[in-house]
């Protein structure tokens, strides 16, 4: 595997971060409070009250320490543990906590680690659902899917049809012939007997008919049935033997064993034909060795679902009959004792022994008690699922109560599902994805988790789209997909989102907005647009916890934490700031504006004269000011008043960023490009700067904002004059670098992107020795600007030390971590990554396999993220790379690729549709061949320039306009045809492949 990096120092060769920790620790070091039992909080309790008996109400935490040692018999507790879970009950560093304080986070914490794991199950459809029009005249009365996920639809007017999985129909076919029929038809239920490439159709006739698989021609039917089958199962046994059960509208369950199939259907299809099709009666296949029927009378009214399950050689049927809504039964005659001897003597009293088809096709029988399990459920049971992994039953009808049962225990239901709000219609259990499928008749499809039946998801008809009168569902495993039957046909993809695709890590499942470093904990801290919050272990890479981190339902647009690293701040697009003690995701304060709630764009922590402030710009183009007081238990606060300057010579345009310089510098810049360098002591300005007018390339409106700033701190503090203490990003993907102290001016400006990328993230090195910037491409570039702007103007750019791809998209924040000389960055293609300071690729958080970050060999490093070597703006050809175009052209690009290739599809096709009349000559085609071995000889500068143009766009050229004929297959005569007409053999070969 090559490494992804380019060094052009080669500074990083034989290079790895120092070994200064203990490596012998455990990568998967637990949390200490998860570690104690219900004993070792009894003794914390009784060590609590005997502090307070002493009047010592507060622990502080050498005595905390010492406490949780002598009660908690935890055998991995340290004390950094220790010292660790006191700083997070003590958000407020006021130094001691209380029992109340300790058990209150202990109950936020539990609290919001069951909600994490609910999070972690959700699941959605992808919405609306896929329809495609059906050509039944009656309702589709089940979906039945092949081995080659192939789905099967059949309707009551006997019309089959074959789907692909994304609903484009294969074939279709009436399989009733009218002409012969002189009466309609219609079907009731069909299955398949993939052993024997059959398709099995029972009729409101009375009939069981088999017809080919393949080619759907009649084989064979079995007639003169005493009832109305309605719903049909198959089932094969070993050693050419199956099973054919159908619930007819008596109540009763019938079973056909057959033996020797293969050469009993055979046999049956050489009988005399009955309207085009060979026919046996039932009482004539009964007289076969190879045939047994059993009729069993289990239900009351018409049987509604009917499944044979082999594993455990068990009938389980429903009816709406409530007392016999579902019987579990067995297929053959009775096992048990007492029975038998009650059989035997009831012979014995008639005085006669019938024969087996005389008592099978008479009065249908009664299984003995023992034999089956009946379940009694209100209003009946219409549908029903059976898991034998699990040992789960499920059952659905008139109710709308999905019942949860135990199958040996039929006295009452382990659990009941209520959320449907009409009769439920289709049940299904998912085993291997831990999912219970339900769907109603009012077409609401509902997701459940099979262990603690919470309900995960809700696909309603407005959203879904899923209109008429339901008929068929069937849910295909393979695909994750759910097949529904109306009036039309509905196909619903089912997205696991705690399942990512198996090629793909995400550290989120939505664009993450920011990360942050707490060097407190040594976490690292990232949010996404969903506003979920996500806390990882930095050492590791392994995810401890996460929350949601509510704005009104509003995405967070920034992050950031006190100087103490025990409380996290973050804004969001309601215009509010929150203050969370992470650790447990509860909500310590809200900040809110006193006008309207503008979005928050930005926001920075600060420290005036010992007095704390919270600093948030946005929308509203104000700079809004909150006091911070961990003591104050308002839960609600409001900014303080603003500065005189800030309300008559602030900014016009949104707010976009704000960075400090201690002590007394602060820096904002806004939409229209300008930056206000502000006295954070006096609230005075004290200089404006405006990004300059840079002319573009192209017809692209020009756009000036500035939406990251970073000062340089080391020539700040120095007041240098001559030398440049800003950069900021700025148009056409330029870098820019301003001098503060000698009139405010622009030093140096210089495009770092390959693509003139918007830079999204610039972070500085302590020192100011290096500089990364990261732009929209995904690109991190590494300069060393120890020297560079120091004495006035710059015409050339820093030296370049490095670059490299750190992701597929837009980079959304950098972190350099120069203690544990690693860079952080996050990305809207829902990854947070780590990297060493040089570029090697330690991983991205969320991965399966672990890292020590003190451990080279346990890095990605030299491998890189498959997803970035598989984009094709990786790779230097590219015509973004190749022509310096901007990003902000690459989508008009790929659209005008598009229409060329549809415009170039369509007069294809319309030349296939009306071929010309005279084929070309063999003057036109010579001509054409020298054209394109003209364009062969090109220089390879003009090749690759013109590398992305499609080829011959517009009419066909003279091959597409050839007659195309079959050739017999006969031995080749003659020699090698001459081919001086259109070159030679390498030239024509070519320029065929080019036409294919």
């Known amino acids: 595997m090559r490494s992804h990096s380019i060094d052009e120092e080669d500074l990083a060769q034989g290079k790895t971060p120092p070994h200064h920790m203990d490596l012998t620790r455990s990568l998967r070091r637990g949390k200490i409070e998860h570690q104690m039992t219900l004993e070792d909080l009894r003794k914390l309790n009784v060590a609590f009250q005997e502090f307070e008996k002493r009047g010592q109400k507060f622990l502080d935490m050498d005595m905390f320490t010492w406490t949780m040692k002598k009660c908690v018999k935890s055998p991995n507790k340290s004390n950094e543990q220790i010292e660790q879970l006191f700083m997070k009950i003590d958000y407020a560093a006021t130094g001691g906590i209380q029992w109340d304080d300790f058990c209150t986070y202990l109950q936020l914490e ?100 088999l017809y080919e698989l393949s080619n759907l021609e009649p084989y064979c039917q079995i007639g003169g049935l005493d009832s109305v089958p309605l719903r049909l199962d198959y089932c094969y046994m070993d050693h050419d033997k199956c099973l054919i059960l159908y619930g007819d509208d008596q109540g009763c369950v019938n079973i056909l064993f057959l033996a020797s199939v293969g050469e009993l259907l055979r046999t049956w ?135 949860i049962w135990n199958p040996y225990v039929p006295g009452r239901p382990t659990g009941m599902l209520k959320s449907h709000l009409a009769p439920v219609f289709y049940l299904h259990i998912a085993a291997e994805e831990k999912r219970i499928f339900s769907m109603s008749t009012d077409n609401t499809v509902k997701i459940w988790d099979l262990e603690n039946h919470n309900c995960l998801f809700s696909a309603y008809p407005k959203a879904s789209s899923i209109q008429g009168e339901l008929t068929a569902c069937h849910y295909l495993s393979s695909i994750k997909a759910l097949c529904v039957a109306t009036d039309s046909i509905y196909l619903l993809h089912l997205r696991m989102r705690a399942r990512p695709e ?67 701040v973050t804004g969001g697009r309601d215009g509010c700031l929150r203050i969370w003690n992470y650790n447990n995701g509860h909500c310590l304060k809200i900040l809110t504006q006193d006008e309207m709630h503008n979005e928050v764009c930005d926001c920075t922590y600060v420290e005036v004269y010992q007095n704390k402030y919270i600093i948030a710009v946005g929308w509203d183009r104000r700079i809004n000011m909150y006091f911070d007081s961990p003591h104050d238990f308002h839960h609600f606060w409001r900014p303080q008043p603003h500065w005189p300057d800030d309300l008559i010579r602030g900014h016009k345009d949104d707010i976009l960023c704000v960075v400090q310089c201690p002590p007394s510098l602060l820096a904002t810049s806004s939409y229209d490009g300008e930056i206000i360098i502000w006295n954070l002591i006096s609230g005075h300005i004290y200089c404006k700067l405006n990004t300059p007018v840079l002319t ?91 020297d560079y702007a120091l004495k006035g103007p710059e015409q050339e750019p820093p030296k370049s030390v490095k670059f490299w791809r750190a992701h597929i998209n837009a980079v959304t924040f950098l972190e350099l971590i120069e203690e544990e000389k690693a860079l952080l ?9 780590l990297w060493s300071m040089d570029g090697e690729y330690i991983g991205t958080f969320g991965q399966s396999e672990l890292w020590d970050v003190y451990t080279a060999a346990s890095w990605k490093h030299p491998m890189v993220p498959s997803e970035i070597l598989k984009d094709p703006t990786s790779m230097p050809v590219h015509q973004v790379l190749a022509e310096n175009i901007p990003t902000s052209r690459i989508d008009h690009l790929e659209e005008g690729k598009i229409i060329q290739e549809k415009s170039r599809a369509k007069a294809e096709q319309t030349l296939n549709l009306k071929i010309l009349e005279d084929p070309p000559t063999d003057v036109e085609i010579k001509k054409e061949i020298n054209i394109q071995a003209h364009q062969q000889t090109r220089l390879p500068q003009e090749q690759n320039k013109n590398s992305n143009r499609p080829f011959n766009t517009g009419w066909p050229s003279a091959y597409h306009t050839l007659k195309c004929h079959e050739v017999a297959n006969i031995p080749s005569i003659g020699g090698k045809p001459d081919l001086s007409i259109i070159g030679t053999d390498f030239v024509f070969s070519d320029i065929k492949e080019k036409n294919n």
């Open 696 to 786: 573009y390339c192209s017809e692209d409106p020009e756009d000036r904002s500035i939406s990251h700033l970073s000062f340089l701190k080391t020539r700040a503090a120095k007041f240098e004059s001559t030398a440049a203490s800003l950069i900021s990003n700025g148009p056409q993907g330029s870098v820019i670098f301003w001098s503060l102290f000698s009139g405010a001016q622009l030093i140096a400006s210089f495009i770092p992107s390959r693509g003139k990328s918007q830079i999204r993230s610039i972070v500085v090195s302590t020192g100011d020795t290096y500089v990364y910037v990261a732009d929209n491409m995904g690109y991190v570039y590494m300069y060393d600007i120890k």
């Open 269 to 403: 299809k050489k009988l005399p034909l009955v309207e085009n099709m060979p026919t046996v009666r039932i009482s004539s296949a009964l007289c076969s060795p190879n045939v047994k029927f059993v009729r069993w009378k289990v239900h009351e009214d018409w049987v509604t679902q009917l499944n044979y399950y082999d594993s455990i050689q068990v009938v389980i049927s429903a009816s709406i009959h409530e007392p016999t809504a579902l019987v579990i039964g067995c297929t053959t005659g009775t096992t048990n004792v007492e029975q038998k001897m009650k059989e035997i003597r009831d012979v014995k009293k008639d005085g006669k022994v019938r024969k087996r088809h005389q008592v099978t096709l008479g009065v249908p029988q009664r299984r003995a008690e023992g034999n089956q399990t009946v379940f009694q459920v209100h209003k009946g049971v219409k549908a029903f699922s059976f898991c034998k992994r699990n040992n789960l039953l499920l059952t659905g009808g008139m109710d709308r109560v999905i019942r």
């Open 502 to 568: 198996p090629h793909l890590v995400v550290s989120h499942k939505e664009p993450v907005v920011c990360c942050r470093y707490n060097k407190t904990f040594r976490h690292v801290v990232s949010c996404s647009e969903g506003s979920v919050i996500k806390v990882w272990d930095f050492e590791t890479g392994m995810l401890l916890s996460e929350f949601i981190g509510a704005h009104s339902n509003m995405e967070i647009t920034c992050l950031t934490f006190d100087p103490s690293g025990r409380r996290l």
């Open 110 to 209: 539990y609290s919001e680690q069951a909600d994490s794991l609910v999070r972690q199950k959700e699941v959605y459809f992808t919405m609306p659902a896929l329809s495609q029009g059906l050509s039944h005249s009656g309702p589709v009365l089940r979906i039945f899917s092949l081995p080659d996920d192939t789905l099967i639809m059949m309707g009551e007017d006997g019309i089959i049809s074959f789907w692909s999985p994304q609903l484009t129909l294969k074939r279709r076919k009436l399989v009733f012939d009218k002409a012969i029929n002189r009466k309609s038809k219609w079907v009731t239920d069909f299955t398949s007997m993939p052993q024997y490439n059959k398709l099995i159709i029972s009729t409101g006739d009375r009939e069981i008919q």
């Open 825 to 833: 960055s996050s990305s809207i293609d829902c990854t947070v990554r």
